[in-house]
């Protein structure tokens, strides 16, 4: 590929043979070939339109569901992180760039009087990451919210596509990976601000009780099988407190691994595996990974 190409086109956008652990939660992960981290979407348009037609595209949020394998992504890795303009207007709709974190979004709302978008305050990843996978918390998740989207494909073409189209469930979505989210419409209904914030408190406290919290981590390993709890299962296996290396399955919370310092994305992915395995024995459940592995094995 050309990469000195780009370089000279997208200049200020792109960087080559970057470390995009410091992109991620776990701190782990090889180098993304051609980083691309595009400031308006006309810009990533043009990206889109420019590049060979076989470049592998992959698109990071806040990092916060990914571990990126140690050797790296190849093609072009987008980060979404710098588009991220929030807006109201009069009926109380909010519009989120994808690259806005949930968080933010939960303030704007709160700050505008605006309830239904609380649980967002918790959730440590972008609008985008969000509505790929269907994040959820509290009793409520995107597909609750969400009215439509507005989507660009790897060849630069735009759809929108309501929350129907999306067919969203359990943490997943049933759209393929060609089409990068871009502006999310989300429903509000008018609430008191304290009520809101108080709301928002009660998150952060249940969360710091339940979760490990300032750590290097993915949030939830596994899906929760149907009618169970993944973290029961691994904790009845025996795997609280287990280690590969410095990954480390949490003592506070059994379903996150933790990087205790310098983990391999081999080390913690090993680690997931090992216990998949040890949940399988113990009660011949099967255990699917909610966090998404990339990049060469
Ligand atoms: C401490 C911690 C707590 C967590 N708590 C929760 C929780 O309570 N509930 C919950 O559901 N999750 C939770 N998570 C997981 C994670 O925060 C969510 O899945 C989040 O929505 C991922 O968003 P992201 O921006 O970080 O996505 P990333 O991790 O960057 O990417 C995840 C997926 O989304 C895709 N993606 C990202 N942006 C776009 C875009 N613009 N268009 C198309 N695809 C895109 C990526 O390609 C990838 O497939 C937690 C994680 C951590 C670390």
């Known amino acids: 590929m050309k990469k000195d190409a780009f370089k000279k086109q997208f200049f200020n956008y792109i960087f ?3 470390k995009l652990a410091q992109h991620t939660w776990f701190r782990v992960g090889g180098n993304a070939e051609i980083l691309f981290i595009p400031e308006e979407e006309i810009l990533l348009e043009k990206l889109l339109k420019d590049k060979p037609n076989d470049c592998d595209i992959f698109t990071i949020g806040a990092g916060s569901n990914l571990l990126i394998r140690d050797n790296g992504i190849n093609g072009i890795t987008i980060i979404t992180n710098k588009l991220n303009k929030i807006n109201i207007d009069e009926n109380g709709i909010i519009t989120a760039s994808c690259g806005a974190s949930d968080a933010d979004v939960a303030r704007f709302a709160k700050d505008h009087n605006r309830t239904g978008l609380e649980f967002l305050i918790g959730i440590p990843g972008t609008i985008g990451g969000g509505i790929k996978m269907n994040s959820g918390a509290f009793g409520c998740e995107f597909r609750d919210v969400l009215i439509d989207v507005k989507a660009i494909n790897h060849d630069g073409e735009y759809k929108v596509f309501s929350t129907n189209d999306l067919k969203m469930e359990y943490r997943k979505i049933g759209l393929t990976n060609k089409w990068i989210f871009l ?3 989300f429903k509000t209904s008018y609430g008191s601000k304290e009520l809101i914030r108080s709301k928002m408190k009660e998150i952060i406290h249940s969360r710091k009780m339940a979760q490990p919290t300032g750590v290097k981590t993915g949030g939830s390993t596994f899906k929760n099988p149907l009618d169970k709890k993944a973290w029961q299962l691994i904790d ?3 795997c609280r407190g287990l280690r590969n290396g410095d ?11 933790v990087n205790l310092k310098n983990a391999t994305a081999k080390q913690i992915e090993n680690l997931g595996e090992t216990v998949k395995q040890k949940v399988f024995e113990n009660s011949g459940i099967r255990l699917y990974w909610e966090i998404e592995r990339v990049g060469d094995k």
């Open 247 to 257: 990954a480390m399955i949490s003592k506070k919370h059994c379903n996150f691994i």
């Open 16 to 18: 080559l043979e970057e």
């Open 183 to 185: 502006t999310a419409r």
């Open 236 to 238: 009845q296996a025996g």
